[in-house]
């Protein structure tokens, strides 16, 4: 009987030892469970931030985008009238160039003419002295108007090259600010990429914290119920002890 009764005795120790762990755990876990909600909670939120602001990002890539393909279409045309002004200036400037020259032998001829007319003796030959100083005249006289109508085609001709130089210009800073914005653009959409990934991995850490928070919490209630079922093992119902007690001695 005695050794029965320690046998008894030893499990219900161990089953008071077991209770008091099972209790342990169960704290333990709903601790460890309520931690994890709670940061669940947090990374959730800081999830869903993330989702409210990706589009920003990817809007202001996409303004600079629109904005880089503006300013190279600008250059564009700017270039285009640049080899306008240029082709206007090459036309005219070697239409100039052939009046000046033709001008300018032109006027040799009449120099050289006067020079003939200096040289003959008006008295001896009046009629050839006359013709050799209106030859010289008239040469005089068209070379001054093809001299004076280069020089009107020639600084149409530099105006035009003026305008080429200062069009060329204008579109070389047009593609140097398509440049820069679209480095910003690509710069916004690497922003915008790193976002929404950034955006995924609080999305995945988010159910994977409340899923590990939710097993936490239903094992600490599997830990809890287990305890107190050692509980009531261990310390039965009072009825139940009273019954189970055995009668007292008359």
């Known amino acids: 009987d005695n050794a029965f009764e320690d046998h008894i005795t030893d499990q219900m120790r161990q089953l008071i030892k077991r209770a008091k762990k099972e209790k342990k755990n169960a704290d333990d876990?709903?601790?460890?469970?309520?931690?994890?909600?709670?940061?669940?909670?947090?990374?959730?939120m800081i999830a869903e931030h993330l989702h409210d602001t990706d589009d920003g990002l990817e809007k202001?890539?996409?303004t600079q985008r629109?904005?880089?393909?503006?300013?190279?279409?600008?250059?564009?045309?700017?270039?285009?009238?640049?080899?306008?002004?240029?082709?206007?200036?090459?036309?005219?400037?070697?239409?100039?160039t052939a009046l000046r020259d033709q001008g300018t032998a032109l006027k040799a001829e009449a120099q050289e003419?006067?020079?003939?007319a200096n040289q003959t003796n008006a008295t001896l030959h009046p009629t050839a002295h006359r013709d050799l100083l209106q030859k010289a005249q008239k040469?005089?006289?068209?070379?001054?108007?093809?001299?004076?109508?280069?020089?009107?085609?020639?600084?149409?001709?530099?105006l035009h090259h003026a305008n080429a130089a200062a069009l060329q210009a204008d579109a070389t800073k047009?593609?140097?600010?398509?440049?820069?914005v679209m480095q910003l653009g690509e710069r916004f959409e690497r922003e915008a990429v790193n976002h929404r990934l950034k955006t995924m991995t609080f999305r995945s850490k988010c159910t994977m914290m409340r899923a590990?928070?939710?097993?936490?919490?239903?094992k600490a209630q599997d830990e809890a119920k287990n305890a107190a079922v050692?509980?009531?093992i261990v310390k039965p119902a009072p009825d139940t002890a009273a019954a189970a007690a055995p009668p007292a001695a008359s």
């Open 113 to 116: 003419a006067a020079a003939r």
């Open 29 to 44: 876990e709903d601790q460890k469970g309520l931690a994890l909600a709670e940061k669940a909670k947090r990374t959730c």
């Open 230 to 232: 050692l509980d009531r």
């Open 66 to 96: 629109e904005a880089s393909r503006s300013l190279e279409g600008h250059a564009a045309v700017l270039t285009d009238e640049a080899d306008t002004q240029t082709q206007a200036y090459t036309g005219l400037h070697k239409k100039g």
């Open 60 to 62: 202001r890539a996409r």
């Open 139 to 158: 040469k005089r006289a068209s070379a001054d108007k093809l001299l004076q109508t280069a020089t009107t085609i020639l600084a149409k001709a530099t």
């Open 212 to 218: 590990r928070a939710q097993a936490a919490l239903r």
């Open 174 to 180: 047009a593609t140097t600010a398509a440049s820069a």
